[in-house]
């Protein structure tokens, strides 16, 4: 294992004597501001110190040279750790990191991320549960990730594939796009579709913690209909869960929101740890990026989908029907839904 910590002082000093004990044996720390090179098929954890402004010179360096790096980290693991010294920002960086290492060829463990505000308050609920204080709640959440990322051998084959939706096939450049990945699966593969149409799918309103894992530990949701008949087992049953996703405003469709606030339910009784998630994105000008990183967190941080690498593809057309007539589309379809499967596919 790996710990790439971009030197940020006096933060990054206290960053790596806290993770220092609880680096397994042969465990290393890198500083990357010499460079990334020879890191490939191992696993990692990012640790970013932030500033009282949430930034850090060094991380910023990092990210350029992980987005400009091609298979910089081809057959990575990763999981990371950011600190701050205020209560904002941790995350926004960490989804910026994840995203750019993920392109690079870097897959993430699902709920990879441990971070620590300032004030560590976002621990207070952690350190209820177990009785405890927050320090050391962070320390037992570091633990449990690195525990986690030594013990990780990878996702099991995919058999079934779920594809979920909130557009019309008759205008979407999104499913024109799935089509084209969805004819480079196997045929052995089963694939399902579900739309989540308006009208069909009410959001979280918000029940106790209480209720939602009374309802949760029962497979359902209080507020039944097709999440709870359609959704729900569809995504128990699934080894790989794709996103199509149309980007109209810069956001996730209130449909998909829904779907993944509604999760919460499902997440109560079981991890998902061993199941892949993937996005089709389509921006009819600019913006896929931000699709993908709420994605990121929403999917992967939170409701613990494993990253694999490349997850997303990401396209840009307007007119109707144009997705098809884009330059390469077809081989790039077909490229991506051989990475689904797990074949070895050249990097983008």
């Avoid at 806290?18 to 044996?25: H, N």
């Avoid at 009785?131 to 986690?148: G, K, Q, S, V």
């Avoid at 480079?184 to 009410?202: I, R, W, Y």
């Avoid at 029962?218 to 087992?233: A, K, S, T």
Wanted: charged fraction near 20%; charge should be neutral; include cysteine.
């Amino acid at each position: 294992m790996v710990i790439i910590l971009p030197d940020n002082p006096p933060y990054s000093k206290r960053l790596k004597a806290f993770l220092a004990p609880l680096l397994p044996d042969g465990g290393s720390f890198l500083d990357p501001g010499g460079g990334l090179a020879g890191l490939q098929g191992q696993k990692l954890v990012f640790a970013i110190a932030l500033d009282e402004g949430g930034c850090s010179t060094e991380y910023y360096r990092l990210l350029s040279a992980l987005r400009r790096g091609g298979g910089l980290l081809e057959g990575c693991t990763a999981g990371l750790v950011v600190t701050g010294q205020g209560e904002l920002y941790t995350k926004d960086v960490a989804r910026d990191l994840v995203l750019a290492a993920n392109l690079a060829g870097c897959a993430f463990l699902g709920r990879p991320l441990v971070e620590a505000t300032g004030s560590l308050r976002n621990f207070r609920v952690q350190a209820q549960i177990n009785d405890t204080d927050e320090p050391t709640a962070f320390r037992m959440a570091a633990a449990e990730l690195l525990e986690r990322l030594v013990d990780w051998s990878g996702p099991p084959e995919v058999r079934k594939v779920l594809a979920l939706h909130a557009s019309m096939r008759a205008t979407s450049n999104t499913l024109a796009l799935w089509e084209l990945v969805k004819a480079g699966l196997p045929e052995d593969v089963a694939v399902q579709e579900l739309c989540l149409q308006n009208g069909t799918l009410a959001d979280c309103i918000g029940c106790s913690y209480t209720a939602c894992l009374h309802f949760g530990q029962q497979g359902g949701c209080f507020y039944g209909g097709p999440m709870v008949d359609e959704v729900f087992p569809a995504v128990r049953e699934c080894g790989a869960l794709v996103m199509l996703c149309a980007n109209y405003n810069d956001a996730l469709a209130a449909n998909l929101t829904a779907f993944i606030n509604r999760l919460t339910a499902l997440f109560r009784q079981s991890r998902f740890y061993d199941k892949r998630l993937y996005g089709l994105i389509v921006s009819g000008y600019s913006g896929g990026d931000l699709i993908a990183r709420q994605l990121i967190s929403g999917l992967n941080m939170n409701k613990s989908f494993y990253l694999p690498p490349r997850f997303c593809m990401m396209e840009t057309a307007n007119e109707k029907g144009s997705l098809v007539r884009l330059p390469g589309v077809a081989e790039r379809s077909l490229a991506f839904a051989g990475r689904m499967m797990g074949a070895v596919a050249p990097s983008p």
